[in-house]
């Protein structure tokens, strides 16, 4: 009756613009059933069908290559000698995996964790950004600027996941950073559900426990797979959102806390006890070496001495464009009133809405954490982006393009009628639309230039074996890239990469929805997808050591020792595995190359020495006794291996 006096009293065109169920070109159930498509094949598109490719997913693999074939769960091994600088968790799922699966190779199925890992963090996400958009909708004010529906809000929080530029480059390997985010982004979301006002009175006593439960369980797996850093973050964030969130105290804060910590005990007490039991001096290694040492500076591994500069700028880039977003609007925070007016602004962000603050108090905790610690890379980013993501939802949405909150105006027509639905805001006509509209336009010219590049490498590879074009656009590509290489085509893969170029089209010819964000990530997911599903091969041939070490393998199977010099830990790692030799450090020590001063005795009574060294200029001698027998790199790698061999021993 509702829906018929609504069509009855307003004008046919006013009823068209605002009628829910009247379809606009380009919108319906498909679109974001098409991009969830798409933002799918991104994430799992280039896990499988490659070698383990550097910087830590060879030794990841090669400590589950160890726990397959020794049995040893406790402690860590990559290439026969303790690897203590991450915990186990991540690789007790690919072992498990590999165990499952032993018809698949080991580096392949070991990688389905890398699947489970990539599934809690974005349901984490989307459970957190349903939370989320429940307490602004609670709000009065909220339905009148005319936000996203709830599902356009779960679907732009994960293309703003989507489009970080960061992300791409670390989500498809089987590292234990995966594990580390997956639990970061779980305890993240299970916060954000116990600080989030209930609808119910009931609700009030008995959601903190679960979500509780949840926000143990995710700092558990966090410290289980990384090590303290995270679980610290996690930490002190529950801590700050006791002493400034009020309301989290009044409705249970004390027993989300007791569940949390009964929750995170069976992941961060049995290992490391059995650690330290069983190898007291492997157990100072892992927490006083890898876990104090790497933050306050007294360690010198991986990370160490990156100044604040590279760090900042590592944030901006690999966070781009979640980085510039937030940085937006703090800056708008700041212009739109003074310090104490921005202070009172706060305390009602606390809150009214003290969700998203807690949100906003695990972001700021773990920036600041990470940019205080002595050590750090780009990877350690990782498990920050989610919550970046969160962050920069209603920061996306006071910016939302007029389709958008059209959207939404046809939400509030369908629950209140035509009469009594709230009165939609007009925008501002100051250009924002169509600044909005030359952006998009822009981004999508540079997908499809970019779209085109890729088919034509393609083309070219598979039909005359080099990339002219691309090495006429990028001189400097034969150092990263072989010039020379003949690309097997496939029809599978082809069909695949057709299919994601027509769901990218779909997606950003859609009338709903956020479109540059949609553009952007949209656009990102399917050149990623493309590039890999076509150029695999190649990328493979540049990033892997497979062959290089097939050809080492009838050098060494027939010797029983091998030193090595020069090789990091995942050098090592795929030398084990490839040739089946266990390599011996030349120098002592449980990480990298070794210390590099105290000799490894060892390594004296080998006579095969493999090093690892620039092949145009050697900066490594050996004495007069050793002579060379063979040579070998990846097709545009500078560097690469000398194998030595003692005068005088057996060949």
């Known amino acids: 009756m509702k829906y018929a006096f609504n069509r009855l009293l307003l004008p046919k065109n006013k009823l068209n613009r605002y009628d829910s169920n009247a379809h606009q070109p380009g919108e319906g159930l498909f679109t974001p059933m098409a991009a969830y498509l798409l933002f799918a094949a991104y994430f799992l598109i280039g896990i499988f069908g490659r070698f383990p490719w550097k910087a830590d997913e060879p030794y990841s693999f090669s400590i589950v290559w160890n726990i397959i074939l020794q049995g040893e769960w406790l402690v860590p091994y990559v290439a026969g000698d303790p690897f203590l600088e991450k915990p186990p968790l991540m690789f007790w799922l690919g072992a498990l995996f590999a165990k499952a699966l032993p018809a698949a190779a080991a580096y392949e199925s070991s990688r389905l964790a890398v699947v489970l890992c990539i599934a809690v963090t974005v349901g984490s996400l989307l459970w957190a950004a349903a939370h989320l958009h429940r307490e602004l909708a609670q709000e009065r004010q909220y339905r009148v600027s005319a936000p996203p529906t709830p599902a356009a809000w779960r679907l732009n929080a994960l293309a703003l996941l989507v489009g970080t530029l960061g992300l791409a480059e670390h989500v498809h390997k089987f590292t234990a950073d995966l594990g580390q985010m997956a639990g970061a982004t779980l305890a993240l979301a299970a916060l954000a559900a116990g600080t989030a006002p209930r609808a119910a009175p009931r609700e009030i006593q008995s959601a903190p426990l679960l979500p509780g439960i949840l926000f143990g369980a995710g700092t558990g797996i966090a410290f289980l797979s990384k090590g303290l850093l995270v679980a610290g973050i996690a930490g002190l964030s529950l801590l700050c959102c006791l002493a400034v969130l009020p309301a989290f105290r009044r409705r249970g804060g004390a027993g989300f806390s007791l569940a949390a910590l009964l929750a995170a005990l069976p992941f961060a007490v049995p290992w490391p006890l059995a650690l330290y039991l069983r190898e007291p001096e492997l157990f100072m290694q892992w927490f006083w070496v890898n876990n104090v040492g790497r933050f306050a500076g007294f360690t010198e591994l991986g990370g160490h001495h990156n ?113 009594r639905a709230p009165k939609a805001q007009n925008p501002k006509r100051n250009g924002t639309d169509r600044h909005l509209r030359i952006m998009r336009g822009v981004i999508n010219a540079l997908c499809a230039a970019l779209l085109a590049l890729i088919l034509i490498t393609w083309f070219q590879l598979s039909r005359y074996g080099e990339p002219r074009l691309l090495r006429l656009l990028w001189p400097r590509v034969s150092g990263v890239f072989p010039m020379s290489f003949t690309l097997q085509t496939s029809w599978l893969m082809q069909g695949a990469a057709a299919g994601l170029i027509v769901l990218w089209r779909r997606v950003i010819r859609a009338g709903n929805g956020n479109r540059v964000l949609m553009s952007w990530s949209a656009g990102l997911a399917m050149l990623w997808g493309t590039a890999f599903l076509l150029l695999m091969p190649w990328f493979d041939a540049a990033r892997s050591y497979r062959d290089t070490f097939h050809s080492l393998t009838p050098l060494v199977s027939q010797e029983h020792c091998l030193a090595t010099d020069g090789l990091g830990e995942s050098e090592l790692g795929l030398l084990h595995y490839v040739t089946g030799r266990a390599g011996t450090r030349i120098y002592a020590g449980w990480s990298g190359e070794g210390d590099g001063v105290t000799l490894n005795r060892a390594s004296l009574r080998c006579n095969l020495r493999l090093v690892q060294d620039s092949l145009k200029n050697p900066g490594k001698k050996l004495p007069a006794d050793w002579h060379e027998i063979w040579r070998g790199h990846r097709p545009a790698d500078g560097n690469g291996f000398i194998l030595y061999r003692r005068n005088g021993s057996d060949d």
């Open 307 to 419: 100044p604040l500069s590279n760090r900042l700028l590592s944030l901006m880039a690999g966070g781009a464009p979640l980085s510039f977003l937030l940085l937006a609007g703090l800056a708008a925070a700041a212009v739109r009133g003074k310090a104490g007016r921005c202070r009172r602004r706060l305390y009602r962000l606390l809150r009214r809405r003290p969700a998203y603050g807690s949100v906003t108090i695990f972001l700021a905790v773990g920036l600041v954490t990470l940019l205080s610690s002595a050590s750090m890379r780009d990877i350690y980013l990782l498990p920050l982006y989610p919550a970046m993501a969160l962050a920069a939802l209603p920061i996306l949405n006071r910016h939302c393009p007029k389709a958008q909150k059209s959207e939404a105006r046809n939400a509030d027509i369908q629950r209140y009628g035509a009469l």
